[in-house]
């Protein structure tokens, strides 16, 4: 079984910047594909980015040019780099391995 958990959420103010981190376990981290999705209120989870086993990288255009996905394959950790956070920002932030992994999500408020 693989775990995932994620962490670095918390409250910003508009304009501001987190980075969260997903920590997963076993020695197959290398070989997932790995994303980040998030969920707001009343709406359906989106995707957000996406990172290959070799590095390349995927955002939603919502997103492209503020966040940055990475992965440190000796740490079996991937993250979120979140900057210049906008309200429509605020949501429930999940990280997932392969799209069969999902963590328990961590939550990211935005205040104007």
């Known amino acids: 079984q693989v775990h995932l958990v994620e962490s670095g959420g918390g409250l910003v103010q508009a304009g501001g910047s987190l980075r969260l981190s997903c920590a997963v376990s076993g020695r197959a981290f290398s070989s997932y594909g790995m994303t980040w999705s998030r969920q707001a209120p009343g709406k359906q989870r989106e995707l957000v980015a996406f990172?290959?086993?070799?590095?390349?990288?995927h955002y939603a255009s919502s997103v492209e040019g503020r966040f940055t996905i990475s992965r440190d394959n000796a740490q079996n950790t991937v993250y979120l780099q979140m900057d210049s956070l906008k309200d429509e920002d605020t949501a429930v932030y999940y990280c997932?391995?392969?799209?069969?992994?999902w963590g328990q999500g961590t939550q990211v408020t935005v205040a104007s």
């Open positions: 990172i290959s086993t070799g590095g390349d990288t």
């Open positions: 997932a391995a392969n799209g069969n992994y």
